[in-house]
């Protein structure tokens, strides 16, 4: 489905979104609107989901990052869902197999802000949280 140009194209847009067409054409050798065809064509596909930014979030005073896996003790899952997707801090959230039920990542301002949130998710089961001491990757 996708060729060598195309992958091409998608690392070049995962680096910077916001790089001009012009631009990624003279990397891949195509023409701007060339470049142009190709990211709508895998937008059409629903290869390319969307265009976002990354924004540093210790920068933007929430420099507390808990990984938490979530032990549902009810069976009452939507409630949860719908929490999860509620919850501004709550980054990511995933329904998992194996250890746990869920696992969520969270971005938060200080201990205060996570125990009040580890709180509310005590509603609808248990946790296990992990905190993230430096960053090592990101993509």
Known sequence: MLDKTDWEILQCLQNNSRMQWQEIGKLVHLTGQA???RIRRM??????????????????GKPLIA??????KTTNH?????????REEV????????????WLKAILANQQHLSALL?????????????????????
């Open 67 to 72: 990984f938490i896996t979530v032990f549902m």
């Open 91 to 102: 980054l990511e959230a995933h329904k998992i197999s194996g250890e746990g039920c869920y």
């Open 119 to 139: 709180d509310e998710i005590l509603l609808h089961g248990n946790y296990r949280i992990n905190l993230s001491i430096s960053d090592i990757k990101k993509k």
């Open 35 to 37: 470049v142009a065809a």
């Open 78 to 86: 939507s409630l949860f869902q719908e929490f999860v997707k509620s």
């Open 43 to 60: 937008q059409d596909l629903e290869i390319i989901e969307s265009f976002t930014i990354t924004l540093n979030q210790e920068k933007l």
